[in-house]
């Protein structure tokens, strides 16, 4: 089993930053995407950004200019920098990872889920 644990979210004043952490765990043969994603109140979950083993990244077109994705293989650990929050950011952020497990099994596993505010 694939475990994700995040942290960093919290209560921001709009236009303030926040950093977004996940570690993954347990049976891990290869990491080949990190990911952020986002389900605010009444709405369904989206895509924020994501960065595969080899580094490219993808990101929503809302946050291109204020969200940074990177991550740290050793550490099997993604990372969300958030700058100049807005209040329409407000919304819990949930990590995924896929990969293999080994030669057999494949996974794609959710954390949790952490929630940032940001008040106006």
């Known amino acids: 089993q694939v475990q994700l644990v995040e942290s960093g979210g919290g209560l921001v004043q709009a236009g303030g930053s926040l950093r977004l952490s996940c570690a993954a765990s347990?049976?891990?043969?290869?990491?080949?995407?990190m990911g952020w994603y986002r389900q605010a109140p009444g709405k369904q979950r989206e895509l924020v950004a994501v960065?595969?083993?080899?580094?490219?990244?993808n990101s929503a077109d809302s946050v291109k200019d204020r969200f940074t994705i990177s991550r740290d293989n050793a550490k099997n650990t993604v990372y969300l920098q958030m700058n100049n929050l807005k209040p329409d950011d407000t919304a819990v952020y949930y990590c995924n990872a896929a990969g293999r497990m080994d030669y057999y099994r494949t996974y794609d596993t959710w954390g949790q889920g952490t929630q940032v505010t940001v008040s106006s």
């Open positions: 960065i595969t083993d080899s580094g490219r990244t």
């Open positions: 347990g049976t891990i043969f290869s990491i080949n995407a």
